[in-house]
């Protein structure tokens, strides 16, 4: 079993505080030279270039504490677990032909092996530290391109599979809470202040999902042009941003609608502790209400801990992991409304 | 203070089970011969044909149990309450000039004075109780017409005000509770079917208004043509298909969506008991889903007594009366929400 509870093993995504800003990733896309791109019709290299990289990875210094996955032998259920704690992307998961994460034991840093590019290297951590998550990577890197030629070209600097990761191959993304500006609707003139800062948002599960539980994927568009401290520099920036606009957003509603936040809040309350069947979004939408309650100090009746263990376990893998066997999406949403209501103290009538 | 709750004096309308009819309601329209209707712009007449009707009333065996209200020297929030408990009608509540209201101790048996006709004698009792609430209006009525010459017509039978009573001048409603046909949108084809039968459907309270917490009053539409026993005898049999047909809505329900209705009742549940803000509508709604989870042994956790006592102080009228002072409807909705919280051991901060 790949992903565990083990306290000694806690999850990045899972040590989630009650802040604004949820958590940072910062990944670099890197390809071999002279190797076919994973994404070639003709996939021969993938196994070698795989095992490539792993023996180099065992000569780092520290490299033998990365733990192995090969995801084409993980059963689909535990690459969605992978996918829910934000540990792999949908497209491993979804891929097929030899593929791999290496993942350390606090699981913060990892590589992704033949996804759309042969090597990813990713760094996340709760809260805001895009410096702190992009040294980490960098260093990773660097000592991987001692021992590894990667693709690189000197006027366009870094080639990728996808030509929007040419350059630096430097993706750096925050998810973001952002309750207040989605109430009072603000959140339109934040996604078109992004968008001329050549900056993307997405939802929760990244590219083409929705902004469900009112959580924000931030990241960089742009990946050339730019140098890598530029990039950290100017993301922090719009972050800090954002943060400031929300934290006006729910000051602005305490003041002027305490009451129809505090109703919120309680009705989400109620809406957890009673349901019979809920599904994913709308959980979400509940486990939202009470993070924003606890970080306004509106609501004490949830530890924060719980909050992100219910996020994380009401998940549709994680759920399903839970009750030890497939679920239909019915019987889906009538579990998790059982595990909601045995959490926060619901009648089990 | 007209309305109470000394327990000697139980409102009929409070007094509802958790069947499908609520209660039964019969009234009968009158004029005194001679007399200009209520409705005439030239009102000289109404204080005498008042003081008239009083005096008659009070040499009636029995007649001095009656307790009389003039509605002119009420205060609004008074009419309003009497409107709640379907004791007067919102014609009699809003009118204008000397207008009263008689009702007997148990205030099952009452006559308005002055409305849109010169009285009107009106019963009503809990359940399905058609020809008992047409006996005992008919009784009293047989005495007053020993005292009092109504407007009669040989050929068109008693004459009023708007000709839609002309005739029997009866009217026989009952309040159902159809919130499985609602569900299942069978509810139109028993709009459809009931307007065949010359039949009205409407909202809670009456006429124009909206059918919240699932209550339709169901009504003759034809006073002439048809004797008082047809009138009767129709209506009985159209609210009995009407209840069979609720009763096979449930039965369907509670086989292949037991799950869906369970959660809708627990909803509701959670949602009273935490809410902050909540509207007449959506407490209708809510008290609906327990109303209908108590009925059919999916939910016990609120007596039928104390559902009744809250869809009555949740009205606007009664809550404020409660809170002893007028409230704006957003400090209503709070003070709504703070009565169910209060009365369903919901969280108070």
Redesign the interface.
């Known amino acids: 079993m790949l992903v565990d509870d083990a306290p000694g093993k806690p999850c990045p995504a899972a040590r989630r505080n009650i802040g604004i800003v949820i958590s940072t990733r910062v990944r670099l896309a890197r390809n071999l030279a002279g190797r076919k791109f994973p994404t070639h019709p003709d996939g021969s290299d993938r196994l070698e270039i795989l095992s490539d990289i792993k023996r180099v990875v065992g000569t780092l210094p520290g490299g033998d504490a990365f733990a192995w996955r090969n995801i084409d032998e993980e059963s689909p259920l535990e690459c969605r677990l992978l996918v829910e704690r934000h540990l792999i992307s949908r497209e491993l998961a979804e891929g097929s032909g030899p593929r791999a994460v290496a993942l350390n034991p606090e699981r913060s840093l990892g590589m992704m092996i033949n996804e759309e590019d042969h090597l990813r290297l990713q760094c996340l951590m709760p809260g805001l530290a895009l410096h702190e998550a992009y040294a980490r990577t960098d260093r990773l890197d660097n000592q991987l391109s001692e021992r590894l030629e990667f693709a690189f070209d000197p006027f366009y600097g870094y080639l990728t599979s996808c030509p929007t990761n040419v350059g630096t191959g430097l993706r750096v993304s925050a998810m973001l809470h952002l309750p207040a500006l989605a109430m009072t609707r603000h959140i339109e003139k934040v996604y078109r202040a992004i968008i001329e800062m050549r900056m993307a948002v997405r939802g929760f599960y990244g590219e083409g999902t929705e902004a469900y539980g009112e959580l924000y994927q931030i990241s960089n568009q742009a990946t050339c042009g730019k140098n890598e401290a530029d990039i950290i520099d100017d993301m922090d920036a719009a972050i800090a941003a954002i943060v400031r606009y929300e934290e006006r957003a729910r000051a602005r509603l305490a003041a002027s609608e305490r009451?129809?936040l505090?109703?919120r809040i309680?009705?989400s309350?109620?809406?957890l502790?009673?349901?019979?069947?809920m599904n994913t979004e709308e959980a979400m939408r509940h486990l939202s209400s009470l993070r924003m309650g606890l970080a306004m100090g509106l609501f004490?009746?949830i530890r924060p801990s719980e909050l992100d263990r219910l996020f994380l376990y009401s998940q549709p893998a994680h759920l399903q992991r839970l009750e030890g066997r497939e679920l239909e999406p019915?019987d889906r949403d009538?579990a998790r409304?059982a595990l909601f209501r045995k959490s926060l103290g619901?009648?089990m009538?």
Do not use: C, F, P
Not at 273 to 277: D, E, K, Q, V
């Open positions: 009451r129809q505090e109703d309680w009705r309350w109620g809406a502790r009673h349901a019979r069947l004490t009746d019915g009538a409304a619901g009648e009538n």
